[in-house]
């Protein structure tokens, strides 16, 4: 690796999907299979798909409601309610429903995805040379499973710290997670950046 193209950067960025890990499949089969463990785990009376589904049109209702990147709480919480309004989900507390639905979205992830060894060894190779490494990424899960995910990929230590846009309801796509990078490390746009 060429060493020179870092050298005015104080800190390198790093994106998590398809840049540090990859996933077996695309997310949207990812999502089937989580809503097939759901519905096993919580015997909900309707088929994969259509919790798939339910789950989609969460997201974009709440979206066209004003969420920039909805937290994952918000989007569990209005599939609940409508799996509880059609009457396909048995009484049960939102909290029960809600750690399923995490557990088996940890789960999922888990078992689907796997290291970019290159992209590794390139962080790796830049803490060597005394780079600030960080993760920055638009997802509706927050830094608490990224890290996990690190955690249980054993890069977690490779990177200072980890800014995901549902924990700030601000993402990448738009740069304004970007401004809160630079800011909550006193970096001017210059001296970083990003892979992936």
Not at 37 to 57: A, H, M, T
Not at 89 to 114: D, I
Not at 128 to 149: A, H, N, P, R
Request: one cysteine or more; hydrophobic letters at 40%; a positive charge.
């Amino acid at each position: 690796m060429d060493t020179r193209f870092f050298e005015c950067a104080e800190i390198v960025a790093f994106d998590f999907f398809d840049t540090l890990v990859h996933r077996k499949y695309n997310p949207e089969k990812v999502l089937l299979i989580w809503a097939k463990k759901v519905r096993e785990q919580l015997n909900i009376r309707c088929s994969n798909g259509e919790i798939y589904i339910f789950r989609k049109d969460s997201e974009i209702e709440l979206r066209k409601a004003g969420f920039k990147d909805v937290p994952y709480n918000k989007i569990i919480k209005k599939l609940y309610s409508k799996l509880i309004g059609q009457g396909y989900l048995r009484p049960v507390e939102f909290s029960e429903f809600e750690f399923v639905c995490r557990q088996m979205e940890y789960k999922c992830e888990v078992e689907n995805t796997f290291i970019d060894e290159k992209n590794v060894s390139i962080a790796k190779a830049l803490l060597q040379l005394g780079k600030k490494l960080v993760i920055i990424s638009d997802f509706y899960l927050g830094k608490e499973f990224l890290m996990y995910l690190c955690n249980v990929h054993g890069i977690a230590e490779l990177f200072r710290k980890c800014y995901v846009s549902s924990d700030y309801c601000a993402r990448k796509s738009t740069g304004e997670l970007y401004k809160i990078v630079l800011t909550d490390n006193h970096v001017k746009p210059d001296r970083m950046i990003m892979i992936g």
